[in-house]
């Protein structure tokens, strides 16, 4: 029997904190877990032996107890294995009879390295077994446009080589989290699965500004309809509608369409503003004709100015 050197399985260093080892464990068992190895043997006792080292070094108890006999295991196997070592120092006090540590997997999942340091005393102290172990939670990302967000909807996405269908609600907001229960890694000895969590992130949108539930966009507005007013047609993330233009319009000016931005999240009844900022633009390549009517205007301009003054 082989000694087995726990931080080296897991890559860590053996003054390495709690967050390092479960982070390195965390990033290990999703290389070589079950769902991705599809039965290949060799990887599935890597998996083993990486939740075996965790198992021992996320406790402090059984890491401390590892530190202690690690140097002098093969001593302890010459003592006629758990047997010959004085496990009480690890146990509480209860009326004379010993409490462990439980461990969070079957005992018999383990190498026998392990069951040589840890089974006996586990099996001395008549202690329950901790049988039950909830599975690891997955961690995803999904991307959508504007307009998905707008109007929700179902995607497919994959995950270890599974299908899952993902519904949205309109309204969706950027790095919001979706959790899917029960659909992350499998239990161990009869434990409930894992969680999947998808953190979803909106690509932005060359048109439409996003802020809470309004929309914001900039309107090329005709010079003309700016002085004039009038109705024009303008787009919205659900379609194009009519908007009316006061007469005498500032460039920069802004305009709300109530009601026609994003969707509060989960409902098809409330709804944000729309923001429209108007940018007047001056034509340009005039024909004679309408230079000559703009110096009319502007000397039309000039004298009501001067009889205003």
Known sequence: MDYKDYYSILGVAKSATKDEIKKSYRKLAKKYHPDKTKGDKALEEKFKEVSEAYEVLSHDENRKKYDELGANWKNQQQAGGPGGFDYSQYYANTGGQGSHQTFEGDPEMFSEFFNNIFGGGYARSGGRRQAKRKGQNYLAEMEMTLEEAFHGGVRIININGKKLRIKTKPGTK????????????????????????????????????????????????????????????????????????????????????????????????????????????????????????????????????????
Not at 211 to 225: F, Q, V
Request: overall charge positive; cysteine-free; hydrophobic content about 30%.
């Open 174 to 309: 950027d790095k919001q989290k979706i959790k899917l229960a029960g659909k992350g890694s499998p239990g161990l000895n009869g434990g409930s699965p894992g969680d999947l969590f998808i953190t979803i992130h909106v690509r932005p949108n060359i048109n439409f500004k996003r802020k809470g539930n309004n929309i914001y966009i900039e309107l090329p507005l005709d010079m003309y309809t700016a002085v004039l007013g009038g109705k024009i047609e303008i787009p919205t993330l659900n379609g194009n509608v009519h908007m009316t233009i006061p007469k005498g319009t500032q460039g920069g000016s802004t305009l709300r369409l109530k009601g026609k931005g994003m969707p509060v999240y989960g409902s098809t009844s409330q709804y944000g503003d729309l923001y429209v900022k108007t940018n007047i633009v001056i034509p340009a390549n005039l024909t004679t004709e309408e230079e000559k009517l703009f110096t009319k205007l502007k000397d039309l301009n000039h004298e009501h100015a001067n009889k205003s003054s």
